[in-house]
Structures are given as structure tokens and as C-alpha cells.
């Protein structure tokens, strides 16, 4: 069993070491280059803009936030709703005792 591990994390390791030498293949292949930037149309963004795309950010992500306390309450009621096995357990168990 320990040597099937091994044998992963070492295939493992393997493609890793491989993947980034391909990387620094392709890196060295274009590091003549120049690195791209975005084009400059000349506009300053003012603080009203600026406000505004983090009011709209914050209220994307609060929606987000919404979503998943929503989500996250749903499943805590649909777990309360389940029935207590355990006492059926107990039952099953001392039926079987008894037999």
C-alpha cells in the first residue's frame, strides 16, 4: 500500500517537474517579447467612478454572500427535518438482543 503512495507522489512529482520545464521552454521562446499592455484611451477615472464600480463590486459580492447564508440555511433546516435514526438503532439493536 505505502509503495502504490509512493508510486503516485512520485508520478506526481514527476509531471509537475515536467510541466514546468515545458513552462520555462515557452517562457524562454517569447522572452524577447514585449509584454502586452492594455491600451490607454487617456481617461481618468474620476473618485465618483471609481466609488461607484466598488459600490457595485461590494453589492455583487454581497448578493453572493446572500446566496450562500441562503443556501447554507436551507440545508441546516433540511437536516433538522431528518428523522433521529439513532433511535431506530437502538430499537433495531435491542430487537436483535432480545432474538
Same mark, same amino acid.
Given at each position: 500500500? %505505502? #509503495?502504490?503512495?509512493?508510486?503516485?507522489?512520485? *508520478?506526481?512529482?514527476?509531471k =509537475? @517537474?515536467?510541466? *514546468?520545464?515545458?513552462?520555462a521552454?515557452?517562457?524562454?521562446?517569447?522572452?524577447?517579447?514585449? +509584454?502586452? %499592455? @492594455?491600451?490607454?484611451?487617456?481617461? =481618468?477615472?474620476?473618485?465618483? @467612478? +471609481?466609488?461607484?464600480?466598488?459600490?457595485?463590486? &461590494?453589492? *455583487?459580492? #454581497?448578493? *453572493?454572500?446572500?446566496?450562500?447564508?441562503?443556501?447554507? %440555511?436551507?440545508?441546516? @433546516?433540511? %437536516?433538522?427535518?431528518?428523522?433521529? $435514526? &439513532?433511535?431506530? /438503532? #437502538?430499537?433495531? &439493536? /435491542? =430487537?436483535? &438482543? $432480545?432474538?
Amino acid at each position: 500500500m %505505502q #509503495n502504490m503512495l509512493d508510486e503516485g507522489v512520485a *508520478n506526481v512529482d514527476a509531471k =509537475i @517537474e515536467a510541466r *514546468n520545464i515545458a513552462l520555462a521552454q515557452e517562457d524562454a521562446l517569447h522572452k524577447d517579447e514585449p +509584454v502586452k %499592455q @492594455e491600451e490607454d484611451d487617456g481617461h =481618468i477615472e474620476t473618485v465618483e @467612478e +471609481v466609488k461607484a464600480k466598488m459600490k457595485a463590486l &461590494s453589492d *455583487n459580492m #454581497n448578493q *453572493n454572500l446572500a446566496a450562500v447564508d441562503s443556501r447554507a %440555511q436551507a440545508s441546516q @433546516e433540511e %437536516q433538522a427535518a431528518m428523522p433521529d $435514526m &439513532s433511535a431506530l /438503532t #437502538n430499537v433495531t &439493536s /435491542t =430487537i436483535h &438482543s $432480545m432474538g
